[in-house]
Nanobody, 118 residues
Framework: QVQLVESGGGSVQAGGSLRLSCSAS????????MAWYRQAPGKQRELVAS???????HYADFVKGRFTVARVYLKNTLNLQMNSLKPEDTGTYYC????????????WGRGTQVTVSS
């Protein structure tokens, strides 16, 4: 089993920045893909950004140019730098990891709240 714990959420004004972190209980080496999802009240969970173990990154169109995802292997951490935040970025942000080695499986964190005010 892998435990993922998100942190870094909070309340900011539009145009501000936040950096989310997802700390894994074990090494990231066995994680083929790691990703950030978000869910706004009354809406479905949606993919924000992902990164593979080959360092291939994918961003949802609505965050391109504003968010940056990165894996920090030495700290077993997945980060999401969020700049130029908009009120529509408000939601709960979840970390996800797909492990193909070690503890094989898909894992989710419990989420961290991001609130952007206009």
């Amino acid at each position: 089993q892998v435990q993922l714990v998100e942190s870094g959420g909070g309340s900011v004004q539009a145009g501000g920045s936040l950096r989310l972190s997802c700390s894994a209980s074990g090494t990231l080496i066995g994680a083929k893909t790691m990703a950030w999802y978000r869910q706004a009240p009354g809406k479905q969970r949606e993919l924000v950004a992902s990164i593979t173990n080959s360092d291939l990154r994918h961003y949802a169109d609505f965050v391109k140019g504003r968010f940056t995802v990165a894996r920090v292997y030495l700290k077993n951490t997945l980060n999401l730098q969020m700049n130029s935040l908009k009120p529509e970025d408000t939601g709960t942000y979840y970390c996800h990891a797909q492990y193909i080695a070690g503890p094989v499986g898909n894992y989710w964190g419990r989420g961290t709240q991001v609130t952007v005010s206009s």
